[in-house]
């Protein structure tokens, strides 16, 4: 048996999954756009981890074979503990001469990788142990032993990263060395960019040996229970769909498994699953709304839900739908932001996976059949936050009627805003003051079309009321949706002229589009009294 990091990591969440990945890999489903723009982000973050450090020595993931990695970690770890021998002994030589009896030369700082010491370290250090081959991000070699440092761009512990730091442990102590240290190196939410970015501030360390060790029999568990699920080619085992299909990651083999479990009706598209388990339900014989039998373990909302996909009816409360529409008043400026995060601040007072608003649309409905737009797309160089804010409110009047979908999410963008730039500060509060949210009458069930499959978010909402709008999105060139915005807008000044471009024009089309489904939204709205 052959297994690496991720696939031991693959194995705990489901064997399943592991045994598909190594004998029917070919139905393993592509990874979206937006899973390859967290792992360059993840790399970015991989490489300024190795400052905290003074890493300069790498293993070269290309152009060896693992056996190569595992010979290079072996050299590497060998010189540096014979340079600290004879480093040990020139200084004992010197301080037997002077009789400082009770200097220990070894007193070295290693619960804080952060300060400045000799420890040598190594990126991608490799390691084998019985089939089960693992590498370090980043590995110090100290007098103590070998301090392994996991590195993550997420921003705090997860269990998973507790196992991941186990197997490094298991491998590398079973070959041989001490293994002195396991830290979990991540982001440290908290930071606040002010001048030169901040190395030190930018990431926490937190000790996890003792939970690491406490793990170690698991371990041992774990790798016979992927043998024996290994060894058989033929056979996939018996493993029924659950929440570990989605947890801790989105199983890349889970339309093979759910194939029976979807369609019309699902039982897992039933709303408000803090109130019941769709897994229970589906295991019992209730996979589609059709099967229920006893209607009053279910709530309000969720009961109408099914009413409407078994009668394929639309439910509408035209009282409620009138009181929301009279808090609107026109011209309504209808607003969408689109905006980027990203695990490095490259900004001042931005913060890490801070939402940073880059482009805007608005259409402005004057209530008599005129429509006008107005759109802003920040320059891909610099801070895009000053002009974009510039632009909103020279384009906003005050207390304007603004309506947005989601509405939560254009206001906390409006309030980092007038924390960052207080000249506009008057002008945001007011806006966020005005600003209403479309979602409420979809929220509140106020309004329900049977092909929403009980959820209110605009790409649920928007095909079953203006089907028509869905092939717009579809017809779109490049950008398609906010994942691509947000994945494509920092990649934006990489780009030659004629590629970037496009990609503005693309932007401005989509965000565009945005709003113009919000005027068509609420114009159903309207027809519905």
């Not at 009770?102 to 370290?121: E, T, V």
């Not at 997860?158 to 002195?180: P, R």
């Not at 029924?240 to 989105?250: A, L, Q």
């Amino acid at each position: 048996m052959y297994l690496s990091k991720s696939q031991y990591i693959r194995g705990l969440q489901c064997v399943k999954s592991l045994w598909l990945l190594k004998y029917k890999s070919q139905l393993q489903q592509t990874p979206p756009q937006t899973q390859t723009a967290r792992f360059e982000a993840g790399d970015e973050v991989g490489e300024l981890a190795l400052q905290l450090f003074d890493c300069a020595d790498k293993i070269s993931f290309e152009n060896s074979t693992f056996n190569e990695k595992i010979a290079q970690t072996k050299a590497f770890i060998d010189k540096a503990m014979g340079q600290m021998q004879t480093n040990c002994a020139g200084l004992n030589s010197k301080l037997n001469a002077t009789n400082h009896k009770h200097f220990s030369p070894l007193n070295l700082d290693k619960s804080n990788p952060k300060s400045k010491n000799s420890n040598p370290a190594l990126a991608e250090a490799t390691f084998s142990f019985n089939g089960v081959l693992v590498m370090v991000d980043i590995l110090q070699v100290t007098p103590q032993g070998l301090v392994l440092n996991e590195v993550k761009s997420a921003t705090r512990v997860k269990d998973i990263y507790i196992d991941d730091l186990a197997v490094q442990y298991f491998v590398i102590s079973k070959a041989g060395y001490s293994v002195a240290g396991a830290n979990l190196v991540h982001i440290n939410s908290a930071y606040e960019r002010a001048g030169a970015l901040d190395i030190n501030a930018l990431f926490c360390k937190v000790d996890l040996l003792e939970k690491v060790r406490l793990k170690q029999n698991e371990i041992e568990q774990n790798l016979q229970k992927f043998k024996r699920v290994l060894d058989d080619k033929e056979n996939p085992p018996n493993v029924r769909i659950d929440e570990h299909c989605d947890y801790p990651y989105v199983c890349d083999f889970k339309e093979v498994c759910w194939q029976n479990a979807l369609g019309e009706n699902s039982i897992f598209e039933l709303a408000g699953r803090k109130a019941f388990n769709p897994f229970e339900l589906y295991h019992k014989g209730v996979a589609k709304f059709s099967d229920i039998k006893d209607f009053s373990a279910f709530n309000a909302h969720q009961n109408l839900q099914i009413q409407c996909a078994l009668k394929r009816e639309v439910h509408i409360n035209k009282a409620a739908i009138k009181a929301f529409l009279d808090t609107l008043s026109c011209p309504i400026y209808h607003l969408d932001f689109e905006t980027f995060s990203e695990p490095v601040p490259h900004f001042d007072t931005q913060r890490p996976y801070m939402q940073v608003p880059f482009q805007y649309s608005l259409h402005i409905d004057f209530g008599n059949g005129k429509l006008a737009h107005k759109e802003f797309l920040a320059s891909c160089e610099g801070d895009s936050r000053p002009a974009l804010a510039q632009a909103l409110v020279k384009d906003i009047p005050q207390d304007a009627c603004i309506l947005a979908y989601n509405a939560s999410f254009e206001r906390s963008v409006m309030k980092h805003l007038a924390e960052f730039l207080p000249e506009f500060k008057p002008n945001l509060e007011n806006f966020c003051a005005n600003l209403k949210d479309l979602m409420t009458p979809f929220k509140n069930k106020d309004f329900y079309h049977y092909k929403m499959k009980g959820s209110y978010s605009i790409k649920a909402v928007l095909p079953a009321l203006v089907p028509q709008m869905e092939q717009a999105y579809h017809n779109l060139e490049l950008i398609h949706n906010g994942g691509e915005a947000m994945d494509i807008y920092p990649k934006l000044k990489k780009m030659n002229e004629n590629e970037r471009k496009a990609y503005q024009n693309a932007l401005l089309a989509y965000c565009k589009l945005d709003t113009l489904a919000m005027v068509k939204v609420l114009a159903k709205l309207k027809e519905a009294l």
